[in-house]
T-cell receptor
Framework: EAGVTQFPSHSVIEKGQTVTLRCDPI?????LYWYRRVMGKEIKFLLH????????ESGMPNNRFLAERTGGTYSTLKVQPAELEDSGVYFC??????????????FGSGTRLTVV | GENVEQHPSTLSVQEGDSAVIKCTYS??????FPWYKQELGKRPQLIID?????GEKKDQRIAVTLNKTAKHFSLHITETQPEDSAVYFC????????????FGPGTRLSVLP
């Protein structure tokens, strides 16, 4: 089965520009998560979609970040305008929720964002 | 909310020796504890997990132990090999309809030949 795919793998943008990251989850996975790891620190939760609905967006740092998941398939995470502190690796993960079973996620390879 | 601490931040061992990474969590309601391995430039991959109704789980050279009373859990790797070199993340979560993990800061393990 295809894994979680993220695009682009790397992005270098200037402060103030806009960047859009994309995540294609494993087919059939209703749950999609965005995480990020900034400057070698812990992986932090950003938000969680169940199908096309935002289940929890408590980790979104501010209103410069906008996530969408139209149609409940792929998701995009837009940063506008980007700031230096947004640099890091943005991971997407998906899971198939089956009550009592298989709690694990499958992560994508991440998008390394560098804001200069 | 949940807070996960992880120690050590870096660990170097000789090939063939054992490695132990320890994590503590703060929320007694957490009931699922996965460990992820991230090799350089690759995605985090689940290597082992444990649920709160179990005290220990083993899979070949990897084992995880959980002490619910003390709220800590540990990853044990025996007979380490160079390919075990990676960053290891522990995490804690409360199962609900799609859970959100709280990760530890990671441990960079280096296995020296």
């Amino acid at each position: 089965e295809a894994g979680v795919t993220q695009f682009p793998s790397h992005s270098v943008i200037e402060k103030g520009q806009t960047v859009t990251l994309r995540c294609d989850p494993i087919s059939g996975h209703d749950n999609l998560y965005w995480y990020r790891r900034v400057m070698g620190k812990e992986i932090k939760f950003l938000l969680h979609f169940v199908k096309e609905s935002k289940q929890d967006e408590s980790g979104m740092p501010n209103n410069r970040f906008l996530a969408e998941r139209t149609g409940g398939t792929y998701s995009t995470l837009k940063v506008q305008p980007a700031e230096l502190e947004d640099s890091g690796v943005y991971f997407c993960a998906s899971s198939q929720d089956r009550a009592g079973q298989d709690y694990g996620y499958t992560f994508g390879s991440g998008t390394r964002l560098t804001v200069v | 909310g949940e807070n996960v601490e992880q120690h050590p931040s870096t660990l170097s061992v000789q090939e063939g020796d054992s490695a132990v990474i320890k994590c503590t969590y703060s929320d007694s309601a957490s009931n699922y504890f996965p460990w992820y391995k991230q090799e350089l430039g690759k995605r985090p991959q689940l290597i082992i997990d444990i649920r709160s109704n179990v005290g220990e789980k083993k899979d070949q050279r990897i084992a995880v132990t959980l002490n619910k009373t003390a709220k800590h859990f540990s990853l044990h790797i025996t007979e380490t090999q160079p390919e075990d070199s990676a960053v290891y993340f522990c995490a804690a979560s409360i199962y609900n309809y799609g859970q959100n993990f709280v990760f530890g800061p990671g441990t960079r393990l280096s296995v020296l030949p």
